[in-house]
């Protein structure tokens, strides 16, 4: 049953990276405007244009989206979401799905990947990590962001979580910005990515049900960046382990 259940999950792998990659072509087209738009209006094209690509693969690849907690955006203030990360499906799943335009923080060499890199440089600020002076620009980037009346979605914990933990150490770089720019933190806990898409084995596919919950604001005002990291941390640690049956 084991071997089974093993074989079917690999062909359904391949059948998700087809999916995503043919469908990609088909929507490859409506990101070309982006090469026009100015902001804010290009990221908000871009998120919406993701958002049915994202819907359409989901559907085909057997998986289903639920997002709660959408109402802590009503009458909030643009602000920096911090999301966990424990599969390569968070990021195309996270950000057209937030209820508001939002850039994501992510990694400079997927940028050179052919034609989906173009898709995935609109709507982010690349980085290397590698680089100081890569990741001061990109943070001077996310400033820009946030006073373009826009959120910025950071992945605190940097890559992917493949420990038996919650969640990895978190880096510092999204409750400085939050310091330095007086915005809120929205904390957001993906569910079940980590079964539906594993880091190991690769091309192991298994379609469920996504949870995307959106918890109550954190707010900058009198604390530090360690503060907020601790206090963000504890949070997102404990909705983790609380909900994810």
């Known amino acids: 049953m084991k071997l089974l259940k093993n074989i079917i999950a690999r062909i359904l792998g391949v059948w998700a990276l087809l999916v995503f990659a043919s469908t990609m072509f088909i929507f490859l087209w409506f990101y070309l405007i982006c090469f ?61 799905f937030l209820p508001r335009a939002n850039k994501t923080i992510a990694k400079k060499s997927f940028a050179s990947i052919p034609l989906f890199g173009w898709i995935y440089s609109f709507g982010t600020v690349l980085v ?9 620009e990109s943070f001077e980037q996310m400033k820009h962001v946030l006073t373009h009346g826009l959120d910025m979605l950071i992945y605190p914990e940097g890559t992917r979580n493949i420990t038996s933990a ?43 049900k996504i949870e995307m919950h959106i918890l109550p604001a954190i707010y900058p005002q009198a604390k530090s960046s360690e503060d907020l990291k601790k206090e963000a941390f504890d949070i997102m640690a404990a909705y983790y382990l609380a909900n994810n049956k």
């Not at 359409?56 to 955006?73: A, H, N, P, Y």
């Not at 290397?128 to 001061?136: A, H, I, L, P, Y």
């Open 36 to 96: 026009v738009l100015p902001e804010p209006t290009k990221t908000r094209w871009h998120r919406q244009i993701s958002k049915l690509w994202m819907g359409l693969f989901l559907i085909l690849s057997g998986c289903t989206f639920k997002v709660t907690g959408k109402e802590v955006f009503d009458r909030m203030e643009n602000a920096i979401v911090i999301c966990n990360h424990n599969s390569l499906i968070d990021i195309p799943v996270s950000f057209p």
């Open 128 to 136: 290397d990590r590698k680089d100081n002076k890569s990741r001061q």
């Open 166 to 208: 919650p969640l990895k150490s978190f880096y510092d770089g999204a409750f400085k910005l939050a310091v330095a720019t007086q915005k809120p933190i929205i904390p957001v806990v993906l569910l079940n990515t980590k079964r539906i898409l594993p880091a190991k084995p690769v091309l192991y596919f298994t379609p469920g």
